[in-house]
């Protein structure tokens, strides 16, 4: 195989905040496997998602373009089959293209908020097939119902149709902790008789030591949890791939459904960390200076639920639970990666392939005490890990750190590059291999990193849709929205906890860094699709 044409092996996590690892200098969590990969590549400081919201950012991932233009600013939002992937163009190029765990390009299976509302006009009546809408969706059956997992569940579907969004074969994980579903739930019901008995809070093994929300100790064993299922199945395609065509390049895309609520590692992992040994978060007793904090904070109080998917206050021993638990699942998936690691010192790959590694999105976990995620782009949720060990490095290049500020935008173009193909017209971000392999180089001639949010589902105490564009740069977080309250500036240089909202009084900042991101905004705008002719 041609040193040209390289593997590539993307290992994606859910929900996993940068510094939720031991190569990162986390003080308890131990990830020996995931450290490996940082001690023979790069780690990024300052790599960002591009959206808080999970399909939004994994669209952009694949898409190599914002939210803003691959419409998908919000869970539920299929990511349209017309838009172009950068795995379709390692397809097309002739590489083998795989997918094991979760995708979630397409909608998992909630009420949306028209059907909400117009039950709520209707007497809980159904509402017509088309709701009117500025864009036409698409009708089920045409390839955007292959995560709905009500289907799964029922029966009516078995398979993801392929090939999907460029990925010739796929392994499908819906959902997450111990009710993920898809392909999954297949395979664990080949390998128990009656899998839905151990599965759920309803199912859970007693354990009164713990008592924080969406936690229970799940009667799904180590050998047939998600996480598990996920490495296993990664391995399989790996050794399958060397045995009968070690000719052909891959790519294959390894996606764990955790470290995500509900919290449930199983075995072992569960109580691996002790929650007395937790450090909370400098900012946990600082409540923020953000009207977005504000509103979570009132909805804790005013007794708001805490067993969906938005953001909500902890008590201290609740949060030191809520990290124990997801430590154990951070670990669990680190323990799947070294089997992938291993298959492909085995099978004689790893001297030809590409290893990343990245998360979808980050977490909050007690920062100004407040867990899980939302419209908000504090650095819990934004930054996320990124990892790059190229067989290609030197020994001078291996252990590096780059502290560019970079984002999930660049991972199209950057993998494109990498394998010696062209990007297309219309995608975005930036080719990150000059600095992947000096980290010493001048920062890139942009003026920081984008992150883009818009929920359509309003979190608790917001009345309207609300919009943020935020820019991060080495110095500074600005956050602009169409609603004025939302827009912060934050110094990151002297206040990294972000627990003093600069807006108001640092205007010269702020003026300078608006007009920043307008430019920045201006030369992200939609170049495609390119005419059919000159009129």
């Known amino acids: 195989m041609s040193p040209t044409r390289p593997n590539i092996l993307l290992i994606v996590t859910d929900q996993q905040r940068a510094d939720h690892l031991g190569c990162a200098g986390h003080p ?3 990830t020996p496997h995931i450290d490996s990969l940082a001690r023979a590549g790069v780690l990024a400081s300052r790599f960002h998602a591009a959206s808080t919201t999970c399909m939004s950012n994994r669209a952009t991932l694949m898409t190599g373009r914002l939210p803003s233009l691959h419409g998908v600013v919000h869970n539920g939002v299929n990511l349209s089959r017309e838009h172009t992937t950068f795995v379709e163009l390692l397809r097309a190029a002739g590489y083998a293209t795989a997918l094991i765990g979760k995708s979630h390009l397409q909608a998992f299976g909630y009420d949306g908020p028209l059907r909400r509302r117009w039950q709520n006009e209707n007497g809980g ?36 149709e392929t090939p999907y969004y460029g990925f010739d074969h796929v392994e499908l994980a819906t959902l997450h902790g111990d009710q993920v579903h898809g392909d999954y739930a297949r395979w664990l019901a080949e390998r128990h008789p009656e899998p839905d008995s151990l599965r759920g809070r309803e199912h859970a093994i007693p354990d009164s030591r713990y008592s924080a929300p969406q936690a229970w100790r799940t009667r799904l064993p180590e050998a047939l949890y998600p996480s598990t299922y996920v490495g296993e199945r990664g391995v399989a395609w790996l050794a399958d791939h060397a045995q009968n065509a070690p000719e052909q390049p891959f790519f294959l895309k390894v996606s764990f459904p955790d470290p995500h609520h509900p919290f449930t590692p199983p075995g ?38 805490r067993e969906g998917y938005g953001a909500f206050g902890v008590s201290e021993r609740e949060l030191r639970e ?66 790059w060990r190229d067989p290609a490095a030197t020994a001078a290049q291996q252990g590096q750190r780059l502290d560019m500020p970079a984002s999930t935008l660049d991972i199209a173009q950057t993998v494109l590059a990498r394998c010696g193909l062209a990007p297309y017209n219309g995608i975005q971000g930036l080719n990150l291999l000059p600095w992947l392999s000096d980290t010493s180089l001048s920062d890139a ?53 972000e627990q003093h909202n600069r807006w108001a009084d640092a205007v010269a900042v702020r003026g300078e860094l608006s007009a920043q991101l307008l430019m920045e905004l201006s030369e992200l705008g939609d170049t495609s699709p390119l005419p059919a002719a000159v009129a």
């Not at 564009?469 to 906890?497: H, K």
């Open 322 to 387: 809520i990290h124990a638990l997801t430590y154990g699942m951070v670990s669990l998936i680190d323990e799947q990666v070294g089997r992938l690691l291993a298959t492909l010192r085995e099978t004689g790959q790893d001297q030809n392939t590409v290893v990343i590694f990245t998360s979808d999105h980050g977490d909050m976990m007690g920062d100004h005490g407040v867990v899980l995620k939302g419209a908000m782009h504090f650095d819990g949720i934004t930054r996320v890990p990124f990892i």
């Open 28 to 30: 308890l969590l131990r």
């Open 125 to 160: 009546a159904e509402p017509p097939e088309a709701l009117r809408d500025a864009r036409q969706r698409p009708r089920a059956g045409s390839g955007y119902g292959n995560e709905w997992t009500p289907d799964w569940r029922s029966g009516t579907r078995h398979a993801v």
């Open 268 to 305: 072992r992992f569960w109580d691996m960390y002790d929650p007395d040994d937790v450090r909370l978060p400098a900012s946990y007793g600082h409540s923020g200076d953000s009207a977005l904090l504000a509103d979570v904070h009132r909805f804790t109080r005013e007794g708001g639920s």
């Open 445 to 497: 001639p942009r003026p920081g990193v984008l992150v883009e949010s818009e929920p359509v589902v309003l979190p608790p105490g917001r009345s309207r849709r609300y919009r943020l564009r935020s820019l991060i740069t080495r110095g500074w977080r600005l956050t602009v929205s169409n609603q004025p309250e939302l827009c912060e500036l934050y110094d990151l240089a002297s206040d990294p906890l």
